[in-house]
């Protein structure tokens, strides 16, 4: 059974810069699509299992209770919420995204 899948307004505001950067500053629309498709996959699967990822063992995001999941050069911490995948933020994995969450 699929479960909702949740953005917040911060998740999709990252996931447009994401695919801005890749597409338009980097040039390569091609590569933003795969991305795109990657994000779009790892959300299905979370939609099957949410808690599939382990709760955090950083400080910061462990006491948020957030749980991240991989996609290419990408983490996107995520929450269980009533049983709903919300999504929270996105940041490239090169960022220190515990002190930005």
């Not at 209770?65 to 983490?75: P, S, T």
Request: hydrophobic content about 40%; glycine content about 4%.
């Amino acid at each position: 059974m699929a479960h909702r899948f949740l953005a917040t307004e911060a998740f999709e505001h990252d996931y447009d810069s994401a695919f801005a950067y890749i597409s338009y500053d980097l040039g390569s629309p091609r590569a933003a699509a795969r991305m795109m498709d990657a994000m779009d996959a790892s959300i299905e699967k979370l939609r099957d299992s949410p808690p599939l990822n382990a709760v955090l063992t950083k400080p910061t995001l462990e006491a948020l209770e957030y749980r991240e999941e991989l996609v290419g050069g990408y983490v996107m911490l995520y929450k269980v919420e009533g049983g709903d995948m919300v999504a929270k933020r996105l940041f490239h994995t090169s960022q220190d995204y515990e002190s930005c969450a």
